[in-house]
């Protein structure tokens, strides 16, 4: 079934155009990633979609779950059942992740939280995405490394659990255990019922995911669409081939 259809979608940040007739559909069940040279339009897009107001769709549509969210606000869209994980978490001082978490799936369900069963659900996520106990009380990402800041965008997405999870470069920065560990949080995520747009330079976040489609973004365009063996070719050849 479907869940994201993007057509023709043209975007600019500033008087620039990034996204020059974009083409994407997803569909529940299914893990997309994308792939391009620096500039392509590879995050530009993800933003886009949360309907990041520093950037303005000039033609084109995208729609979720057959509804058209080009004019809603980010807000509305995280509502929806969209999710992304940033490239670099902000730090907010004064509120712990357990408090942000405990306020985000509140504003997501508009019903209480069962306090125990969501502090029982907290612990064997972090666990599992070996994180101490202790920085559910830590203020969100104050003092955390890049790696911790990154297992805690992926025990949002557990937590909240959202239709379709949009990680951009969540792999970045990250040493091969860390990796592991993200990698094993979106298998954890992800069931027939959801999806995952993954955005990565590299292919070690794919290892150990089972992808079904790769796509090649450049100068604002998808220009090819592969299984994820075409991960393997772009790791080893680059994207000159696809310049031209």
């Known amino acids: 079934m479907e869940l994201l259809n993007i057509e023709n979608l043209y975007a600019k940040a500033g008087e620039k155009e990034i996204l020059k007739g974009l083409n994407l559909k997803i569909n529940k069940g299914e893990v997309h990633v994308i792939m391009g040279p620096n500039g392509a339009g590879k995050s530009t897009l993800a933003n886009i979609i949360l309907n990041n107001p520093q950037y303005k769709i000039t033609e084109g549509t995208i729609k979720f779950e057959g509804e058209k969210i080009n004019n809603l606000k980010t807000d509305e869209i995280a509502?929806?059942?969209?999710?992304?994980?940033?490239?670099s978490p902000e730090e907010v001082a004064g509120i712990s992740v357990v408090n942000f978490l405990k306020t985000a799936k509140t504003a997501r369900s508009k019903e209480p939280?069962?306090?125990?069963?969501?502090?029982?659900?907290?612990?064997?996520?972090m666990e599992k995405l070996n994180m101490k106990a202790s920085y559910g009380n830590r203020d969100l990402n104050v003092g955390f490394s890049g790696g911790e800041k990154k297992k805690n965008e992926i025990l949002q997405m557990l937590m909240l659990k959202p239709k379709?999870?949009?990680?951009?470069?969540?792999?970045?920065?990250?040493?091969?255990?860390?990796?592991?560990?993200?990698?094993?949080?979106?298998?954890?995520?992800?069931?027939d019922e959801n999806a995952v747009l993954i955005i990565t330079h590299g292919t070690k976040i794919l290892q150990e995911i089972k992808v079904d489609f790769v796509h090649v973004l450049v100068d604002g365009k998808i220009i090819k669409t592969g299984d994820g063996n075409l991960a393997n070719t772009i790791e080893k050849e680059g994207y000159e081939q696809f310049k031209n």
């Open 113 to 125: 939280i069962k306090i125990f069963a969501f502090k029982k659900e907290i612990e064997e996520n």
């Open 79 to 87: 509502r929806k059942g969209i999710f992304m994980s940033f490239q």
């Open 164 to 191: 379709l999870a949009i990680l951009d470069e969540t792999d970045s920065g990250l040493d091969v255990d860390a990796i592991k560990t993200v990698s094993k949080g979106i298998n954890m995520y992800k069931n």
